[in-house]
Structure formats: structure tokens, C-alpha cells
């Protein structure tokens, strides 16, 4: 029942934006932490950007660098991820992610159970 939707990947030049967004049905968003996960075939999953709604506290993966924020618009249910200086390591596919609560393991893909069906984010040189 519970089902998240991202959209706005696409292919980019190095140096170039994008805006990711993911939109929650089934679930609503309260006390919850929201949050942005990467991959790559043979790579591990790793986090990118999390958001703990109670707290409005938001954390990010060491990568990121200060080139991402992470986003709520909470009367539509939706999560974005603006995405500036992007780098050709940063291609994958990106999945958000949600649950109930927070309280720590932000950025840990085993602390979500509901996640979304990704979108290809690919950087070029």
C-alpha cells in the first residue's frame, strides 16, 4: 500500500543541477525521517541526504560536500533532493526512502523499510 514515486533524474553535464523529488501515497508523513540512497551495479548503497521531520534536522553523506539539500513539502507528501555541482561519480540510480520515527541511523538503507523504484541520475565529462 505504502508507495514512493521519485522522478527528475535525467543526464546531465558535469557542473550541472538537477532537482530530485519523491512522492509519498499510502503513508503519512509525521514523525518520520525521509531520506535519499544511491547505487551502482557491483557498489554498496549509500546515503546521500536524510531528513528527520520532527527535528527538521537534515544530515548528508561525507560525498556530498555541500553540493545538496535535502527538502520536505509536507502538504503534497513529497521529498526533493536539489543537486548542484554535479560530478560524473555522483551517476547511479537514486532511491528515497521513508519510515516511521528517527532518532539516529540516518544515512543506514537497513533503518527504511519503504523505498522507491529509483531514478537514473547520469553524469557525463
Known amino acids: 500500500q505504502v508507495q514512493l514515486v521519485e522522478s527528475g533524474g535525467g543526464s546531465v553535464q558535469a557542473g550541472g543541477s538537477l532537482r530530485l523529488a519523491c512522492t509519498a501515497s499510502g503513508y503519512t508523513y509525521s514523525s518520520t525521517s525521509l531520506a535519499w540512497f544511491r547505487q551502482t551495479p557491483g557498489k554498496e548503497r549509500e546515503g546521500v541526504a536524510a531528513f528527520g521531520t520532527t527535528s527538521s534536522s537534515s544530515y548528508y553523506g561525507a560525498f556530498v560536500k555541500g553540493r545538496f539539500t535535502i527538502s520536505q513539502d509536507g502538504a503534497a507528501n513529497t521529498i526533493y533532493l536539489q543537486m548542484n555541482g554535479l560530478e560524473p561519480e555522483d551517476t547511479a540510480i537514486y532511491y528515497c526512502?521513508?519510515?516511521?520515527?528517527?532518532?539516529?541511523?540516518?544515512?543506514?538503507?537497513?533503518?527504511?523499510?519503504?523505498w522507491g523504484q529509483g531514478t537514473q541520475v547520469t553524469v557525463s565529462s
Open positions: 526512502a521513508a519510515r516511521g520515527g528517527g532518532g539516529g541511523r540516518w544515512l543506514q538503507a537497513a533503518a527504511y523499510p519503504y
